[in-house]
């Protein structure tokens, strides 16, 4: 079965530093690999994604994310973390299962970036 | 361009009562989403639709939830009758296509306190 996991409920950085949200993920076969954002009062935003290709994808906002096959990873990072980053990063992994894709999320990484 | 729209943003109902959500998605996408967020975890698909058709509806709980999207536009989620456990932000996507999943657009949902 997939499965999706974000290992730090919540994660701290001071402003001006670079920043990782970890993820990882179980899945049988081939991962396509998500990252969205949660800013308070907003809905959920895509940020950017892993299909194929470079294991290194950049996206909105300055985010890029690695993948690592080897170990079953896929973390957000940034070089230089703003405040206005703070929110709530979801992971999230689609594969193809009995019944066809799907896609699962992890349960969320606050992120709380200091002045 | 105008975003998901969702309403009530907000419902307050007593178990075994009855409740319905209403999503506009962003005009011209054909494939709408209804999640469930419970407090602490991710979102989970309870179904998915292709214009007013039913793609997956696996993980809906069909005893009590319902959805529909007659006109391929709006859709209603309905829930009847309410348990404690369903208390939780109902989120509504939209993408331009299935082959688009990952871009889906989200809603600010609606959250749902069941007493």
């Known amino acids: 079965a997939q499965s999706v996991a974000q290992p730090e409920d919540q994660v701290n950085v001071a402003e001006g530093n670079p920043l990782t949200v970890k993820c990882t993920y179980s899945?049988?076969?081939?991962?396509?690999l998500f990252w969205y954002v949660q800013y308070p009062n907003r809905g959920l935003q895509f940020l950017l994604k892993y299909i194929t290709g470079d294991n290194l994808v950049k996206g909105s906002y300055g985010f890029e994310a690695e993948f690592n096959k080897s170990q079953t990873s896929f973390h957000l990072k940034k070089p230089s973390a703003l405040v206005s980053d703070s929110a709530l990063y979801f992971c999230?992994?689609?594969?193809?299962?009995?019944?066809?894709?799907?896609?699962?999320f992890g349960a969320g990484t606050r992120l709380f970036v200091k002045a | 361009e105008a975003g998901v729209a969702q309403s009530p943003r907000y419902k307050i109902i007593e178990k075994r009562q009855s409740v319905a959500f209403w999503c506009n998605p962003i005009?011209?996408?054909?494939?709408l989403y209804w999640y469930q967020q419970i407090l602490g975890q991710g979102p989970k698909l309870l179904i998915q639709?292709?214009?007013?058709?039913?793609?997956?509806d696996s993980q809906l709980p069909k005893d009590r939830f319902s959805a529909e999207r007659l006109k391929g536009v709006d859709s209603t989620l309905k829930i009847q009758p309410a348990k404690l456990e369903d208390s939780a932000v109902y989120l509504c996507?939209?993408?331009?296509?299935?082959?688009?999943?990952?871009?889906?657009?989200f809603g600010p949902g609606t959250r749902l306190t069941v007493t």
């Open positions: 996507a939209s993408s331009q296509n299935p082959d688009r999943y990952y871009e889906q657009y």
């Open positions: 005009s011209g996408h054909a494939t």
């Open positions: 899945v049988s076969g081939n991962p396509y």
């Open positions: 999230a992994v689609r594969s193809l299962n009995t019944g066809g894709f799907k896609t699962i």
């Open positions: 639709f292709q214009n007013n058709g039913v793609v997956d």
